[in-house]
């Protein structure tokens, strides 16, 4: 109970003096100790600012390499698809060339065959 009760103690100190400092201001009286305590707290906030932006710079990171690191879980999980799809293929491809030895059939086609040696009987008006 005891500390609880310096606490309040220390909180009603506290608002005293702000609001003594509030109503000093107010005056006029602070002005040459605003001067003089304004220039270690601008130190401050920029020593407060500065970390405050790596902070934030590291959770920007964070998140970058969380996010790079999901879009290369689903890059290998294409890769691995676009694989058993090629070693499908090729094993198509296998099976066509072993049918067509089978066959004697050529891969492209057949040979092309010239027929400009044959001619078709013509009518002949005499």
């Known amino acids: 109970m ?3 009760g310096g ?3 220390t909180f009603g100190v506290t608002l005293i003096v702000v609001v003594l400092l509030i109503y000093l201001s107010a005056q ?18 920029s020593i407060v600012g500065g970390a405050a932006r ?3 710079g590291f959770v920007d990171e ?17 890769l691995a698809v ?3 799809e090629l070693a499908q293929l090729r094993e198509k491809a296998n099976d066509y060339d ?3 030895a089978l066959l004697e059939y050529d891969r ?3 040979e092309a065959v010239s027929y400009t040696h044959l001619t078709l009987p013509t009518k002949r008006i005499v």
């Open 2 to 4: 005891v500390a609880r």
């Open 7 to 9: 606490r309040v103690f």
């Open 28 to 45: 006029g009286s602070l002005g040459p100790l605003e001067n003089a305590v304004s220039v270690p707290l601008k130190v401050a906030q």
């Open 54 to 56: 790596s902070v934030s």
């Open 62 to 78: 964070v998140s970058d390499y969380r996010r790079l690191r999901q879009r290369t879980r689903d890059l290998e999980e294409a």
């Open 82 to 84: 676009y694989q058993a």
């Open 98 to 100: 072993q049918l067509a």
């Open 108 to 110: 492209f086609g057949p």
